[in-house]
């Protein structure tokens, strides 16, 4: 295993998660919840949001192990009822985080194929992992599972039979997650390796037009 991998791993997981968590709380809070502003979450500070097991732990377990790499941050606090636009608001929030992930991800991956960087360098290996990492986490929170980032957006739209369930499985989610990945580890790889092979496909197809103009 290669030592800068795993040292680009963890700088690139804990600038990502802050972003993350940023704009959660940064959208919460033009949407009228200062919740997070108040919590001291609309901040650099990387000790404010890092989650020793999420943000560190298990990226770095999955980048020695070969696999795709995700994680988490301390959830940013949001308070629904003070959020405009009510379920939508409150799913324009939880968007935002795989959003900003998937942004970062395609920023990095037009500087390695724009300027032809070498694979190989530190500067090609660095943003490599960087689209990795941010598809990574983009594609593991987007999952319709309590208290992923996806299981809001769904919320918003789902039926209340759907509901129901997703607020009971909510406080149990985390265990929830944990399962499946240990039950389900290969096809849970299967997912993450499969979409990010198609989302680089489709950056690559976005940035096409730009090589060589």
Same mark, same amino acid.
């Given at each position: 295993?290669?030592?800068?991998?795993?040292? #680009?791993?963890? %700088?690139?997981?804990? /600038?990502?998660?802050?972003?993350?968590? !940023? $704009?959660?709380?940064?959208? @919460?809070?033009?949407?009228?919840?200062?919740?997070?502003?108040?919590?001291?979450?609309?901040?650099?500070?990387?000790?404010?949001?890092?989650?020793?097991?999420?943000?560190?732990?298990?990226?770095?377990?999955?980048?020695?192990?070969?696999?795709?790499?995700?994680?988490?941050?301390?959830?940013?606090?949001?308070?629904?009822?003070?959020?405009?636009?009510?379920?939508?608001? #409150?799913?324009? %929030?939880?968007?935002? /985080?795989?959003?900003?992930?998937?942004? !970062? $991800?395609?920023?990095?991956? @037009?500087?390695?194929?724009?300027?032809?960087?070498?694979?190989?360098?530190?500067?090609?290996?660095?943003?490599?992992?960087?689209?990795?990492?941010?598809?990574?986490?983009?594609?593991?929170?987007?999952?319709?599972?309590?208290?992923?980032?996806?299981?809001?957006?769904?919320?918003?739209?789902?039926?209340?039979?759907?509901?129901?369930?997703?607020?009971?499985?909510?406080?149990?989610?985390?265990?929830?997650?944990? /399962?499946?990945?240990?039950?389900?580890?290969?096809?849970?790889?299967?997912?993450?390796?499969?979409?990010?092979?198609?989302?680089?496909?489709?950056?690559?197809?976005?940035?096409?037009?730009?090589?060589?103009?």
């Amino acid at each position: 295993m290669d030592i800068r991998y795993l040292i #680009f791993v963890f %700088v690139v997981t804990v /600038g990502s998660m802050i972003l993350h968590e !940023l $704009a959660h709380g940064f959208t @919460a809070y033009k949407l009228g919840d200062d919740t997070a502003k108040r919590d001291g979450r609309l901040s650099l500070n990387p000790l404010r949001h890092i989650d020793p097991f999420m943000t560190i732990l298990v990226p770095l377990l999955l980048a020695i192990s070969g696999m795709p790499v995700f994680g988490g941050a301390k959830p940013v606090p949001v308070d629904t009822r003070r959020v405009k636009g009510g379920e939508w608001g #409150f799913a324009l %929030v939880a968007l935002m /985080g795989p959003l900003t992930n998937f942004i !970062l $991800a395609f920023v990095a991956f @037009a500087l390695l194929y724009l300027t032809g960087v070498s694979m190989d360098s530190l500067a090609g290996l660095f943003l490599l992992t960087a689209v990795r990492v941010n598809l990574g986490f983009c594609l593991f929170n987007i999952l319709p599972i309590p208290p992923l980032d996806g299981s809001r957006i769904l919320y918003a739209v789902a039926p209340e039979g759907v509901r129901s369930l997703m607020r009971a499985m909510e406080q149990y989610g985390i265990m929830i997650i944990y /399962g499946l990945l240990l039950l389900c580890g290969g096809l849970f790889s299967q997912y993450m390796m499969n979409a990010m092979t198609g989302i680089i496909q489709l950056f690559t197809w976005l940035l096409g037009p730009f090589v060589g103009a």
